[in-house]
């Protein structure tokens, strides 16, 4: 029965359907939870898995509404400037059915990632599944904001361009912000918490740092 449903919000979604915005923050919260909870089961034992399980599943939606939160203001001040600021309610109702699109196709893709955990994979191997599956729903929230957004471009080609601004902002700040709240998959030589305890630092210091030293 979950397994329809979640077909159904995202043939809706997929759609274009004028959803209300409380259904859909509902549906980043819930299906983000159920994804999350997948991906915090790999670790060690059972307490840390159990732990891990609770952060993973609060972390996922936080993931991504904050990301959105962080890069609406910036994005409502260009469409602003671009003169179409009118349309930033509509603009928005597109954003959160695109971060409803992606939390519920993590959450359709989380028994492909529970299945490569149960197949014995690695943490190196985990963290990559889950960076998979999170691609995968990444291009799926955007086609389906991407349909949302088609009338704003039919009425103004500029929405065109700002629909690629928020892709880029959103892929910009989602890559920090994720890097801000990790861990999500248990580590075996770490302890399980909440945030690592580590000083801030900037994701994309670190995997310019990964680069040059893998070619040295």
């Known amino acids: 029965m979950r397994a329809l449903a979640l077909e159904r919000q995202l043939r809706d979604l997929s759609g274009g359907a004028p959803i209300p915005l409380r259904p859909l923050f509902a549906t980043v919260m819930s299906a983000g939870a159920i994804d999350g909870a997948v ?19 609060i972390k996922v939606p936080l993931l991504l ?5 962080l890069c609406m203001p910036g994005f409502f001040a260009l469409n602003a ?27 359709s893709l989380s028994p492909f990632v529970l299945f490569c955990y149960l197949s014995g994979v690695g943490h190196a191997q985990a963290l990559l599944v889950n960076a998979f599956a999170f691609a995968c729903a990444s291009a799926c929230g955007q086609i ?10 039919a009425e103004d080609p500029r929405h065109r361009r700002l629909f690629g601004t928020w892709i880029v902002l959103y892929a910009l700040v989602g890559t920090q912000m994720g890097w801000l709240l ?9 302890p399980v918490t909440f945030f690592r305890n580590e000083p801030f630092s900037n994701a994309y210091v670190v995997v310019a740092e990964l680069v040059v030293a893998a070619f040295r």
């Not at 509404?65 to 939160?69: C, K, M, P, V």
């Not at 904001?145 to 471009?153: D, E, G, N």
């Not at 990790?182 to 770490?190: H, I, S």
């Open 39 to 57: 991906v915090g089961s790999f670790a060690c034992d059972s307490w840390a898995r159990a732990r891990l399980i609770l952060f993973a599943g």
């Open 65 to 69: 509404l904050a990301t959105a939160a």
């Open 81 to 107: 400037v671009a003169g179409v600021g009118h349309a930033f309610r509509r603009a928005a109702r597109a954003i959160v059915a695109g971060q409803a699109a992606v939390a519920l196709s993590l959450a």
């Open 144 to 153: 389906v904001m991407h349909r949302y957004y088609r009338a704003l471009i």
């Open 182 to 190: 990790r861990p999500f998959v248990g580590a075996p030589d770490a």
